[in-house]
């Protein structure tokens, strides 16, 4: 056989093969493909039948028989109720015990719930945690005796009111918060029947949270009560809660649009511009903007005056309209002249009986009363600073603690004139204080005002007994007054009485630092010694300065001039404090250099302007706010001006930094810090010498700390407390 033959049909497969190899590339490429569709259709259904396993649990078979092939929707269904929060606070037990029957009720619709005691939450830390929990909030909350909150709930209502009224917080800073809060009390005492429940109701409202269901109101009186009994008046309000839960869980959240009957309907239609019906807003704030507007109840029979009453569903006779014109035309011709008297009276400053008069008005008392003042006889107050009660709690002080060594939770700030010379656009106050040239009111004697004011400061501070986070030690410390911070509104050097009011805080040990606007130029030279003397320099130049104080005095400008270079003649320590307003002072920094030169202050304070929020009084905004970096790049450019300081300390969350003199350096270390029982040494040994005995501000300095140095890892904190961000979805302005 021939071998050729034997080598072509070995090869013929192979050739067969190699001509078709298309094919076979082909055939494995498709089956490869075919093996990947299969394990991707068995993970598939794998997944599948973990999710229905999984979903078994929790959906009920009931559901389970209605879905198509037994397989459950893999589409996540929208939550809009998460839980339920109940907080309760309670004297007696009542409303703890209705706590736990509201819970049982919630638990039977599934929904995860959750029971807490008001006396161990702190708001400060938690409660905008409320705001995007999904959760629905109640609160039951008891009146006890005069009105007053239980022990329980007594700090958690003294911070949402504080809160309601501080610009800080805002009018949206709860908004997506939903609430609804039952009260208990006893219309026995009709003066202040449920006024917990109606207060903690109407300041949710005011910082932006909103209600879901009309406020319930228990009666402990059976006889007055609506159901008969309180049980009864909460296991109403109970079903209504319920069924408002039920309709939340839903997404159904609609309001009626208003075609309910009067005096029946819980919510109110989105366009509504109405405010909260019973709810007086401070002064100087106003309703939230209509599309915030959150449902309001209505006015109920017992919350209106007889004529009011008389009217809801009667009809005048025409020819009764003839005397209700008559009254009507009567009653305006006594108030205008009622108001011209008073017009008149007040352009003399006497009282009807020939009397200076008192300089808190019954309108002003109740403004600063509901901005958290103590008011002291007809011209004074104090009030708690927010440093204080963060310091009690261990979360850092003010920046005074930072560049002098103030004890923060020892400090107690207070003005014995609420009156003012400037309107300043950034008060704090919104102007609700009074202002003048001079004082023209009725005088307290300065002995009644210092007692008072500690006397109020120290009930502040008891009030603290208990607080979660408060420290006991500093709580004990925190009773002893140690400084005093004369700024708190107003100017308080216009008081007549003032050195001996100095005297008196001396003699008791207490630091005094005083603030003036510089605008009394002939009482910075008589003033005696005080621990350290503050200038307001809101600006450099007579206009910038026309334009931000707003001053009253027509000779501002020289009488600012004027007082700083009666600054320059006191011997105690001296400070300059910059407000920077952006788009308005921060420009003016060879003018700034020129004003130093004149009043030669020991220390430079600049700080950031804090937004007070929207006023009439003011056309400040945001925008005017700087950051800590521009205030930084500030006071750099201005100490090159300066020669003879520099930056010696920051605290980062006041937004503000320190220029010292460069005297109070030394040996290459920083001293601002004050020794203060050197300084009480001090004016103790000037007072026994009948003011011959003088001393200056190097005679009584500290050194400072390392972590309260500019350039400092802590930026200005003291490391042995601890950093507390509050947590908040808008931007935060430091202030203090």
Not at 642 to 648: K, Q, T
Request: charged letters at 25%; aromatic letters at 10%; one cysteine or more.
């Amino acid at each position: 056989m021939d071998s050729s033959l034997d080598v072509w049909t070995l090869c013929s497969p192979l050739l067969s093969l190699w001509i078709n190899r298309f094919y076979i590339y082909l055939g494995f490429a498709f089956g490869i493909s075919l093996w990947i569709c299969f394990q991707i259709a068995i993970k598939k259904q794998l997944f599948i039948f973990k999710a229905k396993n999984s979903q078994d649990k929790s959906v009920p078979k009931a559901t389970q028989d209605l879905m198509p092939n037994g397989f459950i929707s893999l589409q996540k269904k929208p939550i809009f109720v998460s839980g339920v929060k109940i907080f309760y606070g309670s004297q007696t037990g009542t409303a703890k015990g209705f706590a736990a029957i509201l819970a049982r009720a919630v638990t039977s619709l599934d929904l995860p719930v959750e029971v807490i005691n008001l006396k161990e939450y702190d708001p400060d830390d938690h409660l905008i945690e409320e705001v995007t929990s999904k959760s629905v909030c109640a609160f039951l909350v008891a009146t006890y005796t005069d009105g007053r909150p239980p022990e329980s709930a007594e700090w958690f209502c003294r911070w949402l009111e504080e809160a309601a009224s501080d610009f800080r917080f805002g009018k949206t800073y709860l908004k997506g918060m939903r609430y609804s809060v039952f009260g208990l009390g006893n219309s026995a005492y009709p003066s202040h029947f449920n006024r917990v429940g109606k207060s903690v109701d109407k300041w949710l409202w005011m910082l932006g949270a909103r209600r879901v269901l009309a406020r319930g109101e228990g009666d402990c009186d059976v006889v007055r009560s609506k159901h008969g009994s309180i049980e009864a008046d909460f296991a109403a309000w109970k079903a209504k809660f319920i069924s408002r839960l039920q309709v939340l869980r839903e997404g159904e959240d609609q309001s009626c649009g208003g075609r309910c009957k009067k005096g029946k309907c819980d919510s109110k239609p989105r366009g509504s511009q109405e405010p909260e019906p019973g709810s007086h807003l401070p002064d100087g704030s106003r309703p939230r903007d209509a599309k915030e507007e959150e449902p309001c109840e209505s006015s109920s029979e017992g919350e209106l005056g007889p004529d009011d009453r008389r009217s809801l569903g009667s009809v005048v006779d025409v020819e009764d309209l003839g005397k209700i014109m008559n009254r009507t035309k009567t009653a305006k011709r006594e108030k205008d002249h009622q108001e011209e008297k008073t017009r008149l009276l007040r352009s003399t400053g006497q009282s009807g009986k020939g009397e200076r008069r008192a300089m808190i008005t019954p309108a002003l008392r109740d403004a600063l009363t509901k901005q958290g003042y103590q008011l002291i006889g007809s011209h004074s107050g104090v009030k708690l600073c927010r440093w204080t009660k963060s310091m009690l709690r261990g979360r850092g002080g003010c920046y005074k603690h930072t560049f002098y060594g103030i004890e923060s939770h020892r400090c107690m700030e207070t003005t014995p004139s609420l009156a003012c010379a400037n309107k300043c656009v950034f008060c704090w106050r919104h102007h609700t204080n009074p202002v003048g040239t001079e004082w023209r009111w009725k005088m307290d004697q300065p002995e009644m005002i210092l007692k008072e004011a500690v006397e109020n400061h120290q009930n502040m501070i008891k009030q603290f007994k208990g607080v979660p986070g408060v420290k006991a030690a500093r709580f004990e410390e925190g009773m002893r007054v140690k400084h005093c911070a004369l700024s708190l509104v107003g100017e308080p050097i216009m008081y007549p009485q003032i050195n001996r009011f100095l005297q008196l805080l001396h003699h008791r040990g207490i630091s005094s630092f005083l603030v003036t606007n510089a605008q009394f130029p002939e009482e910075i030279r008589n003033l005696k010694p005080v621990t350290q003397l503050y200038v307001s320099v809101d600006a450099s130049t007579k206009d910038s300065l026309k334009k931000i104080d707003r001053p009253l005095f027509k000779d501002f400008w020289q009488r600012f001039l004027d007082s700083l270079k009666a600054l320059a003649a006191k011997r105690q320590r001296t400070v300059y404090r910059l407000t920077l307003v952006k788009s308005w002072n921060v420009d003016e920094l060879q003018a700034y250099a020129e004003l130093v030169s004149l009043g030669r202050p020991d220390f430079i304070e600049v700080k950031g302007v804090t937004y007070c929020g929207e006023s009439s009084a003011s056309s400040l905004t945001m925008a005017n706010v700087p950051w800590h970096e521009e205030v930084v790049r500030f006071v750099c450019e201005l100490v090159d001006l300066i020669p003879d300081y520099e930056i010696a300390c920051e605290h980062e969350h006041s937004n503000c930094l320190l220029i010292a003199h460069k005297r109070f350096k030394i040996d290459g270390e920083w001293w601002t810090w004050i020794d203060y029982n050197r300084f009480q040494e001090l004016v103790q040994e000037y007072e026994d010498s009948g003011g011959s005995k003088t001393f200056c501000a190097e005679d009584y300095v500290s050194r400072t700390p390392p972590w309260a140095l500019f350039g400092a890892s802590e930026r200005g904190f003291d490391p042995k407390d601890t950093r507390h961000q509050r947590k908040s979805r808008s931007k935060n302005v430091t202030g203090c």
